[in-house]
């Protein structure tokens, strides 16, 4: 393992150091060699004796809940965020008149399942006020007619943190449920869904996680698991002993999990699991904290610098609004990332801007490379 203030040691961790300065994790994050070497042990030990010694029962159940301040028993395996999302869109009733409440900043998938025929439910959106969701205006808009508010703990495009505590406090005053989407947060920054009293919440973990894609969880407040009936049901989704006794006397009758794995459907995407759980085991062991700390270090450098060099930001500075994005405008931003592609820089263009999304491994060595980088196409534009 690699110890917390060993900085060279967890950079070795990451070939991708070799050839990149890779600033893009809120894209598709690299793997680090541990994730990489589990997952190549996976498919030799099945290619070669059709069977493994690698242990991984609850797919990383236990290690995702440590994330995320949950219960084992409060998490599912799914395969991606959309699927968690569409899961808890789905359990939900909608009665005659009723809407969910969501903003003008969510990715796609967060609102699509809503929108839906179907359902027959009205999608409210809260707009962005200068790229931040002011808690006012999502008071205003949730009532006593929402079933729901589908937010994402981190906005995409610019970084934007929203207070999940205030707003779930707001949601069960109605008696709506809060729904989280979680990509850009988890492994990022400690999160603790008791105490923000959030009723679901998912996420896929190609990104901050530092896994393979194919792998993702759902959490399902404990209290609800047994209220909800899933909206796809298969073998994963019942009582394990349904299946422990021959012929599977049992299997006429749905008992359904008392745990969150009732929203499971069937086999999951084992390789990808082995190679969260090694992911994470590395995110648990370096400090969460320590991973938060590092990353706001290089966010602040970042902002420093841009703004030394009178870019526009349009991430909120607010450190209670902050994560492990930055977004600020730049001249031709696509043609610029193109640039910094061939030149071993990996950002990602958002909202007609630059988005930087370093993560603990990083250096602000690197963010200076960039920003030198940005000088100069700025300083050229100028000249044009």
């Given at each position: ?35 990489a ?47 968690g ?10 009665p ?34 200068n ?5 006012d ?37 109605h ?16 999160l ?60 006429w ?48 450098h ?65 963010i ?17």
């Amino acid at each position: 393992m690699i110890f917390m203030d060993d900085d060279v040691k967890l950079r070795e961790q990451f070939p991708v150091t070799k050839k990149k300065t890779f600033l893009n994790h809120a894209g598709q994050a690299p793997l680090p060699k541990p994730v990489a070497d589990a997952i190549k042990k996976y498919a030799n030990d099945f290619s070669s004796f059709g069977t493994t010694s690698i242990e991984c029962k609850d797919g990383g159940k236990a290690h995702f809940a440590k994330l995320i301040g949950a219960k084992a028993g409060e998490i599912a395996l799914v395969e991606n965020t959309s699927i968690g999302l569409n899961m808890a869109a789905n359990v939900l009733d909608y009665p005659s008149g009723s809407k969910v409440v969501t903003t003008d900043l969510e990715y796609p998938s967060v609102l699509y399942p809503f929108l839906r025929k179907n359902l027959k439910v009205k999608v409210q959106y809260v707009k962005n006020v200068n790229g931040r969701i002011l808690l006012d205006d999502i008071e205003k808009a949730v009532d006593d007619k929402t079933v729901a508010v589908a937010i994402s703990h981190v906005e995409s495009s610019n970084g934007f943190r929203n207070n999940l505590r205030v707003i779930g406090e707001i949601v069960h005053e109605h008696g709506a449920y809060l729904i989280v989407n979680g990509i850009q947060s988890v492994g990022t920054m400690q999160l603790d869904v008791e105490r923000d009293d959030v009723d679901f919440l998912t996420t896929a973990c190609y990104k901050w996680l530092l896994s393979p894609q194919g792998a993702a969880y759902l959490y399902v407040k404990d209290e609800l698991i047994e209220k909800l009936e899933p909206p796809f049901i298969g073998w994963a989704s019942v009582l394990p002993e349904t299946f422990e006794t021959p012929d599977f006397p049992d299997v006429w009758n749905l008992n359904l999990s008392k745990t969150a794995s009732r929203f499971e459907i069937g086999t999951p995407c084992t390789i990808s699991l082995v190679g969260a759980r090694e992911a994470m085991k590395m995110l648990l062991h370096y400090g969460i904290e320590n991973v938060r700390r590092k990353i706001i270090k290089l966010t602040d450098h970042l902002i420093e610098a841009a703004e030394d060099q009178g870019l526009k930001l349009q991430t909120p500075k607010e450190k209670q609004c902050r994560s492990g994005i930055v977004n600020f405008k730049m001249n031709e931003p696509e043609k610029f990332a193109q640039k910094l592609e061939k030149k071993g820089i990996i950002v990602s263009v958002s909202a007609q801007g630059i988005r930087v999304s370093p993560h603990y491994y990083n250096k602000t060595d690197e963010i200076d490379r960039l920003m030198d980088e940005t000088k100069a196409w700025s300083k050229a534009h100028a000249e044009d």
